[in-house]
């Protein structure tokens, strides 16, 4: 199976519509999310959901071995036909496999690290869902390779909502730990049907292919990259979870889900939409750096002033949403917030390097990356549960100076350019803090209520957001930039391109 060829205009129009049909899968994932947070919340406890975090960390770690960073690696290719796909296929459905027999192995021991029977139950049933979802890995990685967001952006709501009512029924009838697990069942079962049926592909018989040995070459270095990113943003989980309790860790889950917010319904849907774009541009390098720099400035002209708002409003959104015995949840999340900041900018490299093929470069970062948060994580749990979390965000803000270094040694962006994409967005965090400050204060001094508390720090940041706009024209330009994008009229570069004399090759692998 060829990728369908496109022109560079139909590229253009897929990349401005695909950013608006996943954020608006966002949209209405945050409504389920939120309604899921106030209804199955509460009708479960903290060690509830520290009971599933600890099996779910656990599953969620080794996805990364079932694909093996074969679905980038067919995401990057330029050209793939019928063959790779159903060598890849195999291939995951044999990973698959192989890491739920060991995990089932391993669940007693896993009960065992964390003192909670419990867990290895957990983690068996899970592992139903595991398997499931190891099936559909390349027909959704071939939607994403012909750019059709609009079925991803189905796929992906319809499962969340089939995923919640399933979780909801449960939480009513056993107001226990498995409405979370039952969740997670739903959405696998029903993301692999739909991925199954949208794309019709089916593989051929399992043989070797020519390319085996590039795809898995890059495979390795995405899954070494993969897994210590992985570790890295939740290795606070597995800390946290050891020294301090299945308590401390249901707060902290409740915060990290809440400080996951911006990232998965503003960072991410526009992101998911750049890999494929990026490697369709890839031949024509000003439209490359124009896309890359552009998506870069958006990110961070939506992801900065989000950091300022969580800061300010932490307490108050959580007991508002959660109720007053996830209070200190509330001070975790103010802790995280400032670590959202540096996203915009860090994010997005990870794709640049996979497009570019730089895919030892990408396994430099996150061995860095692990190490920075590790470090940070272990110096602070040893102040708390707000310690933990202070040092998780300092080894976050740590890693934004290495990244950008590290993608701007080669190829068409520099790390010049990469930190004047961040400039116009300073201006909007600047007005955001000084709105939010006046709100938080102001609702302070007067003792209201956390609604009229957040409703307070949330219009003051506005207004302080609008301002700096008014102020700085740079910023005003990025701001309606990321508007554009989010209504599906935002324009990447020209809409035609010639290609170069001389082209990056297909399929180097770093």
Known sequence: MAMKSMSVEEVHRRARTGPMYLLGRRGVAAAIGFISTVTIARLLSPRDYGLAAMSIVILAFVQVFRDFGLTNASLRKGHIDQAEVSFLFWFNAAATTAMALLIAAASPLIADFYHEPAVRDIVLVSLIGFVIGGLSLQHNALMRRDLRFGMVAAVETVSLLVGFLVGLAVAIIRRDYWAIVATGLAQSFTSSAMNLWATKWR??????????????????????????????????????????????????????????????????????????????????????????????????????????????????????????KWTQAGEVLSALAPGLAVY??????????????????????????????????????????????????????????????????????????????????????????????????????????????????GLGGALGLLLAAAIVPASRRALKSLVLTMLGRHQIGSKTAKAPADPLPDDPVG
Not at 256 to 282: E, G
Not at 286 to 311: H, K, N, W
Not at 384 to 402: C, D, Q, S, V
């Open 344 to 457: 915009g900018v860090i994010s997005p490299i990870s794709d640049l390097l996979v497009s570019q093929n730089r895919s030892g470069e990408l396994r430099t970062t996150g061995i860095f990356d692990f190490l920075a948060r590790l470090v940070g994580t272990v110096v602070g749990v040893q102040f708390g549960l707000i310690g933990a979390a202070l040092g998780f965000t300092l080894g976050t803000i740590a890693i934004l100076p290495n990244r950008v270094r590290i993608a701007g040694r080669s190829g068409p962006i520099t790390m010049a350019d990469q930190w004047r994409a961040l400039l116009p967005s300073l201006p909007l965090g600047l007005g955001t803090a000084v709105g939010c400050a006046g709100g938080y204060f102001g609702a302070t001094y007067t003792s209201q209520g956390d609604l009229v508390s957040l409703v307070l720090i």
């Open 203 to 324: 593989p051929d018989r399992p043989r070797m292919v020519p390319e085996a040995r590039d795809l898995l070459k890059f495979g390795a270095n995405a899954t070494l990259y993969s897994t210590l990113n992985f570790a890295s943003r939740y290795i606070s989980v597995i800390i946290i979870g050891r020294d301090l309790g299945t308590v401390s860790l249901g707060h902290f889950n409740r915060a990290f889900n809440l400080y996951m917010l911006p990232m998965t319904n503003v960072l991410r849907p526009i992101q998911q939409a750049t890999l494929p774009v990026m490697a369709r541009l890839r031949p024509f390098p000003d439209q490359y750096r124009i896309a890359y720099l552009g998506l870069v400035e958006r990110l961070c002209t939506a992801m900065v002033p989000a950091s300022v708002f969580l800061c300010f409003a932490g307490m108050p959104l959580v007991r508002l949403l959660l109720g007053d």
